[in-house]
């Protein structure tokens, strides 16, 4: 069966600093991978998406970006950390034309 | 430009009777929609979906409506349990590149034991 693993799972920063986020598929092949963010009291935004190794697209604006270096893994960073990239982060995945399906989450604290 | 909207941010519900949740979307060329729950600090879980040339799909408790003149798709859990307390997305697919969804605000549904 299909797994999916990020980490970590909270992390306070301060403003300014770098964030690597990193999210892992297992049980599938050439996943499509998805990137959201869940401000407090909101609905999920998608920030990025990939269907391949190296391709990604991003869907808004911001201060983060994201690499896909393997099949199976996906990274969210950031060289300098703002306030508002405070959030839960959440990492999805689908096949083809299917359902997508999401990992545990990261609380993200920025202070 | 909110394109799925869930307008009641929150909805309480007796235990055994059933919960409505609402759903209104605006593209019509969303070809696929979708239910998620989710629980406080844990990522969503899939529930239900239906396909644009349906109008109803159901699964055990769960039942989803889809109404496309009107761009109006409703979940109803019948019964209700207190572990169906969660917040619950809305959101809708175009199939384009990408298999993106697009999701609604959310409603918090509390189940009154």
């Known amino acids: 069966s299909q797994t999916i693993h990020q980490w970590p799972a909270t992390l306070v920063q301060p403003v300014g600093s770098p964030l690597s986020l990193e999210c892992t598929v297992e049980?599938?092949?050439?996943?499509?991978l998805y990137w959201y963010r869940q401000a407090a009291g909101r609905g999920l935004q998608l920030l990025f998406y990939s269907v391949g190794i190296g391709q990604i697209s991003s869907e808004v604006p911001q201060n983060l970006s994201a690499s896909r270096p393997q099949d199976r893994q996906f990274i969210l960073s950031s060289k300098k950390l703002l306030l508002s990239d405070s959030g839960f982060y959440l990492c999805?995945?689908?096949?083809?034309?299917?359902?997508?399906?999401f990992g545990p989450g990261t609380r993200l604290t920025v202070l | 430009d909110q394109q799925v909207k869930q307008n009641s941010p929150s909805l309480s519900v007796q235990e055994g009777r059933i919960s409505i949740l609402n759903c209104d979307y605006t593209?019509?060329?969303?070809?696929?929609f979708l239910w998620y729950k989710k629980y406080p600090a844990e990522g969503p879980t899939f529930l239900i979906s239906?396909?644009?040339?349906?109008d109803k799909n159901e699964d055990g408790r769960f039942t989803v409506f889809l109404n496309k003149s009107a761009k109006h798709l409703s979940l109803h859990i019948v019964p209700s349990q207190p572990g169906d307390s969660a917040v619950y997305f809305c959101?809708?697919?175009?199939?384009?590149?990408?298999?993106?969804?697009?999701f609604g605000a959310g409603t918090i549904l509390r189940v009154k034991s």
């Open positions: 959101a809708a697919r175009v199939m384009e590149y990408g298999n993106k969804l697009v």
């Open positions: 593209n019509s060329m969303f070809d696929y």
């Open positions: 999805a995945w689908s096949v083809a034309w299917n359902e997508q399906f």
């Open positions: 049980g599938t092949s050439n996943p499509n």
């Open positions: 239906i396909s644009s040339i349906k």
